[in-house]
Nanobody, 124 residues
């Protein structure tokens, strides 16, 4: 089992940047595929980005491709999401998650362990 704690959210103007962190404890995150999801008020949780176990393969939602980068620091047991060129529509609570089940990287149901989330608000 792994415990996940997100940080780094906040209020930023459109066009700005933020880096989210997801600190893990209990087990190395390098043993799981990892993902970032987000949920805006009144909307379903949606896929943002994912990283394979090897760290060599990344997946991104079309809406963030070219602007967001997922990465991992094994020594710190921490997952990151670098977010650049932020837009108001990126406003949401962002969650990191560890994937336990086979299947699509972009399906929340394939992930077992979740953090509590961190709020990102982008003003226009």
């Amino acid at each position: 089992q792994v415990q996940l704690v997100e940080s780094g959210g906040g209020l930023v103007q459109a066009g700005g940047s933020l880096r989210l962190s997801c600190a893990a404890s209990g087990r190395p995150i390098s043993t799981y595929p990892m993902g970032w999801f987000r949920q805006a008020p009144g909307k379903e949780r949606e896929f943002v980005a994912a990283l394979s176990v090897s760290g060599a393969i990344t997946y991104y939602a079309d809406s963030v491709k070219g602007r967001f980068t997922i990465s991992r620091d094994n020594a710190k047991n921490t997952l990151y999401l670098q977010m650049n060129s932020l837009k108001p529509e990126d406003t949401a609570v962002y969650y990191c998650a560890a994937k336990l089940y086979s299947g699509s990287y972009n399906s929340p149901s394939r992930y077992e362990y979740w953090g509590q989330g961190t709020q990102v608000t982008v003003s226009s």
